[in-house]
């Protein structure tokens, strides 16, 4: 297993400039998330989606387009890159197991700069 | 609403030093809860998780024990080493939502 992936690895954009990140995860998991982290601010949360057709906002949406194209793979767009967007990005998927309890398993991250 | 507060940091250890990093909650439900561990880097980690009140966590050296009545989840590990150093999140997630609620972080420095 590959766990879960995600591309790019790093990324300089103009500001104005759009740009796809792809995540996909092989675990068969229902649920994936977009989470940005920033200097002391941990992580926040800009998108989810619970199940394939399915999806909701999160503490941070503005500014961002999500695309859960099918189980394996949710990806999100930036329209129209600000430099308030330069961060990090995670891509996460949820187990949830027999009794209920959620675990979440984190791709590797894409390094974002807006210029 | 659900949330999870952590210790700041940066904190500085010598090796094989006794850590704590605390960490306690609110939350409206019954939840899970969950240390994750950051490498320089690198994504998000699983470290170790506990499900009920009294649930001991533990891996890699590094134990957490729920405990509803302080509503906390301090990690600890008896020794440190270098390869220790890395950022740990507190997290946690209530079983009637999707959604997971991460501390800010703690950056822990192990120096030789």
């Known amino acids: 297993n590959a766990g879960v992936t995600q591309t790019p690895k790093f990324q300089v954009l103009k500001t104005g400039q759009s740009m796809t990140l792809q995540c996909a995860q092989d675990?068969?998991?229902?649920?994936m998330y977009w989470y940005r982290q920033d200097p002391g601010m941990g992580l926040r949360l800009i998108y989810y989606?619970?199940?394939?057709?399915?999806?909701d906002k999160g503490e941070v949406p503005n500014g961002y387009n999500v695309s859960r194209l099918n189980k394996r793979e949710f990806s999100l767009r930036l329209e129209s890159a600000a430099p308030s967007q330069t961060s990090v990005y995670f891509c996460a998927s949820t187990f949830r197991s027999g009794s209920g309890t959620d675990t979440q398993y984190f791709g590797p991250g894409t390094r974002l700069t807006v210029l | 609403g659900d949330s999870v507060t952590q210790m700041e940091g940066p904190v500085t250890l010598s090796e094989e030093a006794f850590l704590t990093i605390n960490c306690t909650y609110t939350a409206t439900g019954y939840p899970s809860l969950f240390w994750y561990v950051q490498y320089p880097g690198e994504g998000l980690q699983l470290l170790l998780k506990?499900?009920?009140?009294?649930d001991k966590g533990s891996n890699k050296g590094f134990e957490a024990t729920y405990r509803k009545e302080t509503t906390s989840f301090h990690l600890e590990k008896g020794s440190v080493q270098v390869s220790d150093s890395a950022v740990y999140f507190c997290?946690?997630?209530?079983?009637?939502?999707?959604?997971?609620?991460f501390g800010t972080g703690t950056s822990l420095t192990v120096i030789p």
């Open positions: 997290a946690l997630s209530v079983n009637t939502g999707n959604q997971f609620y």
């Open positions: 506990a499900t009920k009140a009294d």
């Open positions: 675990m068969n998991h229902n649920s």
């Open positions: 989606s619970a199940s394939e057709g399915t999806t």
